[in-house]
């Protein structure tokens, strides 16, 4: 069984930044595809980012390229969400996922979730 728990979020200002992290149990996180989604009041659950088990293979959505930057750190079992440049429209509950799909932008495609961590952005 995996756990993945994140933390990290918070409120702050548009045009504030926030990083995000993902801990996750187990010794196979090097095996898994990472990702992050998030999922506003009323709203379906949709794509921010993942990246391959090397990190050398990252997607971004198209609403977060050039503010959002995902990496993980192998050794420490851990993906991360920098968030730049935040925006209100980036409210949202945050959720880590993990996978076995190189690309994933699906909910579908990832066996395994975190309980999310809540950002909200103030204008």
């Known amino acids: 069984q995996v756990q993945l728990v994140e933390s990290g979020g918070g409120t702050v200002q548009a045009g504030d930044s926030l990083r995000l992290s993902c801990a996750t149990s187990g010794r196979t996180f090097s095996s898994f595809v990472m990702a992050w989604f998030r999922q506003a009041p009323g709203k379906e659950r949709e794509f921010v980012a993942t990246i391959s088990p090397s990190g050398g293979s990252i997607w971004y959505a198209d609403s977060v390229k050039g503010r959002f930057t995902i990496s993980r750190d192998n050794p420490k079992n851990t993906v991360y969400l920098r968030m730049n440049s935040l925006k209100p429209e980036d409210t949202a509950q945050y959720y880590c996922?993990?996978?076995?799909?190189?690309?994933?932008?699906?909910?579908?495609?990832?066996?395994?979730w975190g309980q999310g961590t809540q950002v909200t952005v103030s204008s």
């Open positions: 996922a993990a996978g076995y799909i190189t690309g994933a932008v699906v909910t579908a495609n990832y066996a395994y």
